[in-house]
């Protein structure tokens, strides 16, 4: 389990370096994340964040209940101390859970990224189209004749 979660988090550091940085790639993730937001893709992600979400609050559990048995457990100095094969199971679950926490992590970023990455595209599109109206409504109201200078000269001439 632990070889596939180090998997999914880079595929998902992947895709949120490919999001974060204008490159041929990051048109494909939008694409490809687009597509995936269509259908059942939504419901399928949320069951599987949930699914991940259980676990990680299992693995969770489980790291508690080996401190609590392990407090309970004194040596002869009145020190609380982890067998080994405890240790081993600690470590193990908090790589587990910390890796599972990352994935959920990275995959709320990367949906707020590809949300902010198609507002930045649609409010550009809609500033050029906003600027071509601009310059059509000054060659009407100037003429089409004129040329920007000769625009600038009337506007500084009107200031005078």
């Not at 993730?29 to 609050?57: E, F, W, Y």
């Not at 707020?112 to 600027?131: F, G, I, P, T, W």
Request: net charge positive; aromatic share 4%.
């Amino acid at each position: 389990m632990i070889q596939l979660l180090f998997s999914l988090l880079a595929a998902e550091g992947a895709v949120a370096a490919t999001l974060l940085f204008k490159t041929p790639l990051r048109r494909l993730s939008v694409v490809a994340l687009d597509r995936l937001k269509q259908g059942r893709g939504p419901v399928m992600v949320r069951t599987i964040a949930a699914t991940v979400l259980v676990v990680l609050a299992s693995s969770l559990h489980s790291m508690t209940k080996i401190r609590s048995r392990a407090d309970g457990e004194l040596d002869g100095a009145g020190i609380v101390g982890l067998t080994p094969t405890d240790q081993v199971l600690l470590a193990r679950h908090v790589l587990e859970a910390s890796l599972m926490g990352y994935s959920l992590f990275l995959a709320l970023v990367i949906d707020r990224l590809h949300n902010y990455v198609k507002e930045n595209r649609r409010l550009r599109k809609k500033l050029e189209e906003v600027s071509k109206q601009n310059e059509t409504m000054l060659e009407a109201t100037h003429g089409p004749k004129e040329s920007k200078l000769d625009q600038k000269d009337i506007f500084d001439a009107k200031d005078n």
